[in-house]
């Protein structure tokens, strides 16, 4: 199987690495070649994060370069405009509409770029846009945006839910389990 | 059993099977994560030591005693570890001790990016280099192999993609190794008479582990299609090469980068019409092959500076790579902030406030130079605020007393700054230092340190009391203030900084993202009160922005901290 490519980008604190942590339980018992490549230190205080998630026969290199995601998840509308250039031609990105402004814009250095989700189609890019953050609160915390993108990312493989579950209940404590059960099936069906 | 680890945790796991029984590192992006996993394993023992000298000096009497050792460090911790790294080169080990090190190409959180492999050079120890979890995990082992049989000390060089990438590795059994500690004062004593027998032993052992590099599978040739190019290569830029090129041309991938192979790489040359080295920072096996006289192609094509990518391989290699489209206009970029609830806020607001130049240090709390706080003068290196403000203070001969501070952390305080303190005492500074007690070593990822009062394994233990301990090296001026406090901070300040002698203010309070510190109920905004001053937008909280003329509090990231209130003067910030 040629080598699948995953995004995963967002706000530092926003719990990309909890994602990265499922797609690597789920995909681990699937016999695959697994990278998973994460971002730790400063950069999680708040600034641009990214994690890339690859999978297939043999896999190289960690990192997913420019022109190569099949999908980019992001957690926060600015940040999927930030890598549109890694996609892949007739990749797709799935994106969270919750904006946080980063600091240029919050000292008014900068503006928060204005209808993104239209610049990227008009850019020729196939765009997932649904607000993640609503379907998360309904599934009980905010926190629970990462796994709301993850059960819409779901819908693009051919994995079922049962064996998306058994990866999160192999990810979360027992505590949050319903929590991000939920989560994830707002997500899947949103 | 096939697991996904990240090269450190596979360290770690290497670690382990190879019967390593102690461990001491200090944190640093990107090597943390090797110490917290093997502390997990009961039958090592593991622990945070104050710095990176300490750390390799414990692991050295571990070593002397018997027992496999490690020490881990990033690239930066290495220099402070240098003095005895260049002399456990001439004693040699007892019991095999291992010592890794993560360079951090591309800064991702680093002050430089220095490549670590020319310490290897420098101090003459053998180093390998993985490329990937499976590679960490065996290489790990065999350092051990060649440690004992070489009478070295052994470096194993990680980077931000081998240290911080979860691939698959299959976990083996831990076999215990149990030394006997045997006096030998000729060999462990460095002193001239002894240490002059002991650099010939050095250059021998250089030379035998040379041999070893043309023979071992550590440095290994994969054939290629064609041989009109023939790449040398080691660690991630392997991965790269093979993910652009994949079986096209022969590679030769070096998992020890020192020594090197002579014979091997000659070979290698002579087989290939145009020789082609891609590794990352600097042209480190491109110098080795330019000593051999070899001809190559190498930082005259890929830049020593950052992190290599695989589509800079691809684009110098002349290989077909297509990018994706580019959205319109400008997308700002988003650099790291302290966060909503950050102790550190209060503190930088009230040095900006009084204009104040700030020698700043290593830590969560250099993001005090970040705009709109942007009070922070200088950071250099790990304890270089205390040493520096006392350099800045008796230069510039009473004319910077009272408007110069220096900034340190806890845990930075304890790695290094303790010393310039002693210097300032010593030397009668008249200079203010403010420790910013957040009671963990935050940016690392929350590990404990020697003020904490927890040890690595998260056990309680002896903690040391940073008021004492500054009042015990002579400093007679010791207070503590809470940076939510903002007039009790701009009081202690102007206070210390009018007082003629030198003085220590500790700023303490836990890290906000701590799991046991307890978050009050996010601010809200009175719109009615609300004039849009921006007074509230001075202090670089990522939780309140500006939306339509007035305060918005963000309740998703707000812990009521209460800063904010604080420069309200008509009270539009409130408590729900």
């Given at each position: 199987m040629e080598t699948k490519n995953i995004m995963i980008v967002g706000v530092?604190?926003?719990g990309s690495l909890l994602a990265s942590k499922l797609l690597g339980k789920l995909l681990l018992t699937r016999g695959y070649d697994i990278k998973v490549s994460e971002v730790h230190g400063m950069?999680?205080?708040?600034g641009s994060v990214v994690t890339y998630v690859r999978f297939g026969d043999k896999v190289y290199s960690p990192v997913i370069d420019q022109g190569q995601a099949d999908y980019i998840v992001s957690f926060e509308l600015l940040e999927a405009a930030r890598w549109?250039?890694?996609?892949?031609?007739?990749g797709k990105i799935i994106v969270n509409t919750q904006k946080i402004n980063p600091m240029p814009v919050v000292i008014g250095a900068a503006q928060y770029p204005e209808n993104l989700v239209q610049k990227m189609e008009n850019a020729g890019i196939n765009v997932d846009a649904f607000d993640a953050l609503s379907l998360a609160e309904q599934a009980g915390?905010?926190?629970a945006v990462n796994i709301v993108l993850m059960g819409h990312l779901s819908?693009?493989?051919?994995?079922?839910e049962g064996q998306w579950m058994e990866a999160i209940e192999q990810s979360v404590p027992p505590k949050f389990l319903e929590l991000n059960k939920k989560a994830f099936t707002l997500g899947r069906n949103a | 059993m096939k697991q996904l680890m990240l090269g450190n945790e596979a360290v770690a796991r290497g670690l382990f099977e190879a019967g390593c029984s102690f461990v001491s590192s200090y944190p640093g992006?990107?090597?943390?994560e090797i110490t917290e996993a093997v502390?997990?394993?009961?039958?090592v023992y593991a622990e945070w030591a104050p710095n990176e000298k300490v750390a390799m000096e414990a692991a050295f009497g571990a070593s002397l005693a018997g027992r496999r050792s490690f020490c881990g460090m990033k690239h930066v911790g290495l220099n402070v570890a240098a003095d005895p790294l260049f002399t456990i080169s001439y004693t040699g080990v007892n019991a095999g001790m291992v010592i890794g090190v993560a360079d951090d190409a591309g800064m991702h959180s680093s002050q430089n990016e220095q490549d670590s492999r020319h310490y290897a050079r420098a101090a003459k120890i053998p180093m390998l280099e993985p490329s990937d979890s499976a590679e960490a995990l065996e290489f790990t082992k065999q350092a051990y192999e060649i440690s004992e049989q070489f009478d070295t000390p052994v470096l194993v060089k990680m980077c931000t993609r081998v240290s911080h990438s979860q691939s698959i590795v299959e976990p083996g059994e831990r076999v215990e190794k149990i030394g006997e500690y045997k006096k030998d004062i000729p060999k462990y004593v460095m002193m001239p008479g002894n240490a002059k027998r002991r650099h010939p032993v050095v250059e021998a052992r250089t030379a035998a582990l040379t041999a070893y590099a043309e023979e071992t599978e550590l440095n290994r040739i994969e054939p290629g299609a064609d041989s009109k190019m023939g790449i040398i290569t080691s660690s991630t830029s392997y991965q790269y090469v093979k993910e652009v090129l994949g079986d096209q041309y022969p590679v030769l991938k070096?998992?020890?980068?020192?020594?090197?192979p002579e014979k091997k790489i000659r070979e290698f040359a002579a087989s290939v019409s145009l020789l082609v080295i891609v590794e990352e920072l600097d042209g480190f096996i491109e110098g080795h092959c330019r000593d051999l006289g070899l001809a190559c192609v190498g930082k005259a094509n890929f830049s020593n500076i950052g992190e290599l990518m695989p589509l800079t391989v691809a684009q110098q290699l002349s290989t077909p790579w297509a990018v994706g489209a580019k959205v319109d206009g400008e997308i700002p970029p988003r650099p790291p902030v302290m966060c909503a609830?950050?102790?550190?806020r209060g503190l930088f607001y009230t040095l900006k406030k009084n204009k104040l130049t700030v020698l700043g240090d290593i830590?969560?709390?250099?993001?005090?130079?970040?705009?709109?706080?942007?009070?922070?003068d200088t950071v250099i290196c790990m304890g270089a605020s205390v040493s520096g403000i006392h350099g800045f203070s008796k230069s510039q001969q009473g004319k910077a007393d009272g408007k110069t501070v220096a900034v340190i952390g806890d845990s930075t305080f304890m790695h290094s700054g303790i010393t310039g303190l002693v210097n300032m005492a010593y030397n009668e500074s008249n200079a203010t230092v403010i420790i910013v007690d957040n009671s963990i070593t935050g940016m690392t990822g929350h590990q404990q340190n020697?003020?904490?009062?927890?040890?690595l394994k998260g056990d309680p233990c002896a903690k040391i009391d940073l008021e004492s301990l500054c009042r015990a090296v002579g400093i007679r001026r010791v207070r503590v203030v809470d940076p939510y406090d903002l007039a009790q901070c701009d009081a202690a300040i102007k206070e210390e900084l009018a007082a003629n002698e030198p003085s220590v203010i500790i700023s303490r309070r836990p890290c906000a993202?701590?799991?046991y510190v307890k978050h009050k109920a996010p601010l809200t905004v009175d719109t009615d009160k609300c004039?849009?001053?921006?007074?509230?937008?001075?202090?670089?909280?990522?939780?309140i922005s500006i939306i339509d003329g007035k305060a918005k509090v963000d309740a998703t990231q707000?812990?009521?901290?209460g800063i904010c209130q604080q420069l309200c003067k008509l009270g539009a910030l409130k408590e729900v």
């Open positions: 530092g604190g926003q950069s999680q205080r708040g549109t250039e890694y996609l892949k031609p007739g915390s905010s926190k819908r693009n493989f051919d994995f079922t | 992006t990107p090597s943390t502390a997990k394993y009961p039958e070096l998992g020890m980068i020192w020594p090197m609830g950050c102790p550190h830590g969560c709390y250099t993001l005090g130079a970040v705009a709109p706080l942007a009070a922070v020697p003020t904490t009062g927890f040890n993202l701590l799991k004039v849009g001053c921006k007074a509230c937008m001075q202090i670089g909280c990522p939780a707000c812990v009521g901290c």
